[in-house]
T-cell receptor, first 115, second 113 residues
């Protein structure tokens, strides 16, 4: 069974640039969630995708957007990067009914540094 | 708004001790609660999931309990080992199977040989 994989593992961008992070869900999982974890903090929910549609969003501005593909993999896009976007971005997959309630399994994360 | 608290923020103990990690949440209307482990700079590893109808779950040396009415969960680690050193986070999912988990800030555990 393949776990959740994320790429890239580390990246450095400058303020104002755009970034795309990628996630492959665990085999058999149809739901992908994205979380942002700042240093020393717990992860914060960004959004969730189920069957290629966003079905939940946290308190993040519209410049955070995402996609889910037919194979359930997902992308997180962040436009107009700000210094405060520097964080570990975590992808999680689950297989709950209609995207809700299932146990979450996380990837290793993508560490984004914005200079 | 659900808030999750883990106190203390850090704990250092000698090897072999039995440990109790605490997690409290403000809204008792939860669907489930999940405990995670995070090694430095890494992702989260799921340790235990407790549904709201359950009182406890066990996996090896780990036992998690849930008292939904009082808004508390504890993670018990038996016979701690240096390899248990990590940050432990608890997270709750709202009733109805809300799409998101609400996390605490975590507790950094150091087990000294």
């Amino acid at each position: 069974e393949t776990g959740v994989t994320q790429s890239p593992t580390h990246l450095i961008k400058t303020r104002g640039q755009q970034v795309t992070l990628r996630c492959s869900s665990q085999s058999g999982h149809n739901t992908v969630s994205w979380y942002q974890q700042a240093l020393g903090q717990g992860p914060q929910f960004i959004f969730q995708y189920y069957r290629e549609e966003e079905n939940g969003r946290g308190n993040f501005p519209p410049r955070f957007s995402g996609l889910q593909f037919p194979n359930y993999s997902s992308e997180l896009n962040v436009n107009a990067l700000e210094l405060d976007d520097s964080a570990l971005y975590l992808c999680a997959s689950s297989s709950g009914l209609a995207g809700f309630g299932g146990e979450l399994f996380f990837g290793e994360g993508s560490r984004l540094t914005v200079l | 708004k659900q808030e999750v608290t883990q106190i203390p923020a850090a704990l250092s103990v000698p090897e072999g001790e039995n440990l109790v990690l605490n997690c409290s949440f403000t809204d008792s209307a939860i669907y489930n609660l999940q405990w995670f482990r995070q090694d430095p700079g890494k992702g989260l590893t799921s340790l235990l999931l407790i549904q709201s109808s359950q009182r406890e779950q066990t996996s090896g040396r780990l036992n998690a309990s849930l008292d939904k009415s009082s808004g508390r969960s504890t993670l018990y680690i038996a016979a701690s080992q240096p390899g248990d050193s990590a940050t432990y986070l608890c997270a709750v999912r709202g009733q109805g199977g809300s799409e998101k988990l609400v996390f605490g800030k975590g507790m950094k555990l150091t087990v000294n040989p």
